[in-house]
């Protein structure tokens, strides 16, 4: 599709509102790459729709804390926030946002994913579109996997990941084993140490709802994550993100990266990445007890109730997700840097099937189960999150407990023993 065509068809949007005046609308949003690619289109949402856009773009933990203050104070600071899978369901059960169940029928929104409508809905009804769904999986250097004289295999081993970072790291050549993910925040380390505690068996509550960190499982997954990382990992590591190991990774200081599916268009761009012709994928990481160490989500576009500009948030909203958005970006920017994971039509996509990583991702999105997301029965739903109001609250208080630990300020066994008090106190004033 051209991008005039493209342009044109976006165009139907406002039939969508009749003669809907010009708006300004305020968008919240989080400063991964494929948000700021979005921004630098907003000039063809405004041609085809006459709104403007103002954009307030916000590292993860701050976005995450700037719209979940608004949306419970009622503040109206935005018509749309940028959300995932865990607040979505919650705030929708609330009645917080508004309900995307008459969308217009060119939107499809029967192409969606089920993994990622499932995941932004409530009781059937949708409130928040994905404008990328993802899973984790393992980013590596394949000249360093050679050099090591390894193979990666398509579904490997926490014990494989510590061999191949053992025979990659080169601390001469600041080149480390591994980046992961060590930065407080329930959504930044906090995200990626819950989802590899399932690997190793381990939960955030048991079936009656008690917290355990008390158990050897969670002792095994974090004095794991900490050796590996102490032994094999970049200097710093405890206060590292997302956006901090992605660099890294570029810059050719990372033989293997551990994290969102959607890097993948990033680490494999030329324009960015020193190493872009030598990066190969593999599921996310087991311990041979039947889960992967990958997670489940959504970065979607969700509307605030109360907002008095709902009509052009929803035209936004349409434009954003839509097919013809992929179609726009594929045709300037080519199909390895659309928005992934979150329709099928993109997976049907044969110039799309030719992108290196477009299988893997949809693997392990697949692979992800947030209803059975642990080797023990738990009572939550939820991959790298337990889908409860408290969460969020508690998982960023342990998250900090377990950077500190990483950092050398205290042990992996008191930071455990603080978790296991902490969520035990929430909970219980919660009345769980």
Known sequence: MSIKKTILSATALTALAGALSAETITIATVNNGD???????????????????????????????????????????????????????????????????????????????????????????????????????????????????LEMPVSPTWDFIREAAAGMTDRDADINGVCLRGK???????????????????????????P??????????????????????????????????????????????????VAASFVTNPTDSTVADSVGFALAPNTGLGKNSNWLWAWALAIPAGTQKEAAAKEFIEWATSKDYIDLVAANEGWANVPPG???????????????????????????????????????????????????GIASQVSQEFSAAYAGQQTVEEALEKAQAITSEEMEAAGY
């Open 342 to 392: 979150a329709r099928q039509s993109l997976y049907d996509n044969p110039n799309y099937q030719e992108v290196p990583f477009a299988q893997m991702t949809l693997d392990s999105i697949l692979s992800a189960d947030p209803n059975n997301p642990t080797v023990k029965p738990v009572p939550y739903v939820g991959v790298q999150f337990a889908a409860i109001p408290e969460f969020a």
């Open 212 to 261: 355990t960190f008390d158990s050897p499982e969670w002792f095994n997954t974090v004095s794991f994550f900490k050796s590996l990382m102490d032994d094999y990992g970049p200097a710093g590591y405890a206060t590292n993100g997302f956006n901090e190991n992605l660099n890294l990774f570029q810059q050719g200081k990372c033989g293997m990266w551990i994290d969102a599916t």
């Open 35 to 149: 948000m700021v690619r979005m921004q630098g289109y907003t000039d063809e949402f405004t041609k085809a729709t006459g709104h403007e856009v103002e954009w307030v773009t916000l590292e993860e933990n701050v976005l995450r804390q700037r719209v979940t203050t608004d949306i419970t104070t009622k503040g109206g600071q935005f018509d749309i926030m940028t959300i995932g899978m865990y607040e979505t369901p919650i705030w929708g059960a609330n009645g917080w946002l508004v309900a995307l169940d008459d969308l217009s029928e060119e939107y499809d929104a029967d192409d969606i994913l089920p993994a990622m409508s499932g995941g932004l809905s409530h009781d059937g009804t949708l409130y928040a579109a994905p404008f990328y769904g993802e899973s984790s999986m393992i980013m590596y250097r394949t000249d360093l996997m050679e050099k090591a004289g």
């Open 184 to 210: 407080a925040g329930w959504g930044e380390g906090g995200a990626f140490i819950t989802a590899m505690s399932n690997s190793f068996g381990a939960r955030w509550f048991d079936e009656n709802w008690q």
